[in-house]
């Protein structure tokens, strides 16, 4: 939420779980977005970003999916596997670390109530 959901937008690799949330709660107190929002705003779908802007709304993990926000959903309890996977493998290469993120991801579907579905 707020300036630590800016460090997400930028990376290769967001990993996600059903208690992450998106948010930028200082539009929802008439204060302008910061940390880089306004341009990652501009680069949602459709009016999203607008939408998010205007009224502090919130996205959940699969939401953040669909939006382009993150880019792999990770069940929580399945986090300190995956980071110990991570630490073992001893290098950097972009491929060998997305075969284990999504060697621990699942694909996710939006609800039906969704804001992505209106």
């Known amino acids: 939420m707020g300036g630590g959901a800016a ?19 200082e539009a929802s107190v008439g204060l302008h977005t910061d940390c880089s929002f306004s341009y990652i705003h501009s680069r949602l779908p459709g009016y999203l970003g607008e939408y998010l802007a205007l009224t502090g709304a ?18 929580s309890e399945k986090l300190e596997d995956l980071e110990k996977q991570l630490l073992n ?30």
């Open 7 to 25: 460090m997400v937008a930028p990376l290769k690799f967001a990993v996600v779980t059903e208690k992450t949330v998106f948010a930028t709660p």
């Open 58 to 75: 919130r996205l959940n993990a699969k939401e953040m999916i669909a939006a382009g926000l993150a880019t792999h959903f990770v069940h």
């Open 89 to 118: 493998l001893n290098t950097g290469d972009e491929s060998a670390v997305r075969a284990v993120i999504e060697e621990f991801s699942t694909d996710v579907q939006l609800d039906q109530e969704s804001i992505l579905n209106k």
